[in-house]
């Protein structure tokens, strides 16, 4: 049994990612901590709570985290990626290039209890002291919650099992700049803050994530026999499904298809077999051209040279059984919700 923490920005493929971790029978989800990142921490939030309530989950706990980075301003927010309301405008009266605002009710039958009384931070922290060295923290957005909670309790990483961070790329292009990763670009120095400790952390880069593409026939498979939750990863995914395309992922493939970055991040807890690491000590550029850029020293040896000695081995991802996670993903989701 594995209980974890998701840490995410939803943000149409932390969806996935959420009723993915909601199906597997292996997996208690102690609770979703929002932070910024696809979109504004209000819907981010929001978000975490509709998709809660469309899954049949509304009991999980949300506890609200970051609204920005600690230390660089923020990015303007993905919303030609997720939509104005960051969950591929599902909505009622989001239309595409409205400003997201703060003032969304939630559908009527969004039914979510409530929103923690503590911060992600905290709750983080007061979960990992509850179950000692039980916890698994998934962090599928910008790590700024994550640095926080390390900040405000240095003994996390002993309090935790593991920490599975979805980000960075090494011989992948960025899917931002030409060499950063969103996760990681929206806070590099929080990304490289948290690769200096031994949590031990794993990274689900863009070397795997672009590996493990959904096609709409898939998604259309959720639509079809996963009832609710089928229908909002697929009505979700429309707007996002076309920004890949717009983009060019679908050239050569058989239809449009999309990326689902998060759920990988879910998968790699679950089946870790299915992906192959590299261990290094890792980095994040925090400043200049390559702002947000993931570096990982492969050579299985180090000099001591400035920036690079005395930090931990992290695992990186490097290749990845597409099929099996693919499939997995699928068939969890829909044997959980067969209607
Ligand atoms: O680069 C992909 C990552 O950035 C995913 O977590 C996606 O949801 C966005 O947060
Ligand atoms: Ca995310």
């Not at 923690?116 to 990992?128: C, H, L, N, T």
């Not at 179950?131 to 996390?156: D, K």
């Not at 790329?169 to 990763?181: I, L, Q, R, T």
């Amino acid at each position: 049994m594995h209980k974890i923490i998701l840490d995410t920005d939803p943000g149409v493929d932390d969806a996935m990612a959420i009723a993915y971790a909601l199906a597997h029978p292996d997996i208690e989800l102690l609770g979703l901590t929002t932070v910024f990142g696809n979109i504004n921490i209000d819907y981010a939030t929001r978000n975490a709570q509709y998709v809660l309530d469309v899954c049949g989950a509304s009991a999980v706990a949300v506890a609200r985290g970051a609204s920005m980075p600690a230390v660089q301003l923020p990015l303007p927010y993905a919303d030609f990626v997720h939509g104005t309301d960051g969950l591929g405008n599902v909505y009622p009266g989001s239309q595409p290039g409205m400003a997201a605002t703060r003032d969304v009710a939630l559908r009527p039958e969004a039914r979510h209890a409530r929103v923690e009384p503590v911060d992600a931070a905290e709750f983080i922290i007061r979960s990992a002291r509850e179950h000692p060295g039980e916890i698994t923290l998934v962090a599928v957005g910008p790590l700024t919650n994550v640095a926080e909670a390390y900040r405000r309790e240095p003994a996390l990483p002993s309090l935790l099992a593991g920490l599975v961070i979805m980000g960075g790329s090494v011989e992948e292009p960025g899917n931002v700049s030409p060499v950063a990763e969103a996760n990681f670009l929206n806070d590099p120095h929080a990304a490289d803050a948290l690769l200096a400790v031994d949590w031990p952390a794993t990274i689900v880069g863009l070397d795997v994530t672009h590996r493990i593409m959904i096609a709409d026939s898939d998604l259309q498979r959720l639509a079809d026999q996963a009832g609710a939750t089928g229908s909002l990863i697929w009505r979700s995914s429309r707007f996002y499904v076309d920004f890949y395309t717009r983009k060019g992922a679908a050239q050569g493939a058989a239809e449009p298809q999309c990326a689902m970055h998060d759920a990988a991040a879910v998968a790699c807890v679950l089946m870790p077999e299915a992906f192959k690491v590299v261990r290094g000590a890792a980095r994040v550029v925090s400043e200049g051209i390559a702002i947000g850029q993931l570096a990982v020293d492969r050579r299985g040896y180090a000099y001591a040279v400035p920036h690079w000695q005395d930090r931990p081995a992290s695992a990186v991802c490097m290749a990845v059984d597409s099929d099996r996670v693919r499939e997995h993903f699928l068939d969890t989701i829909i044997n959980y919700h067969r209607t």
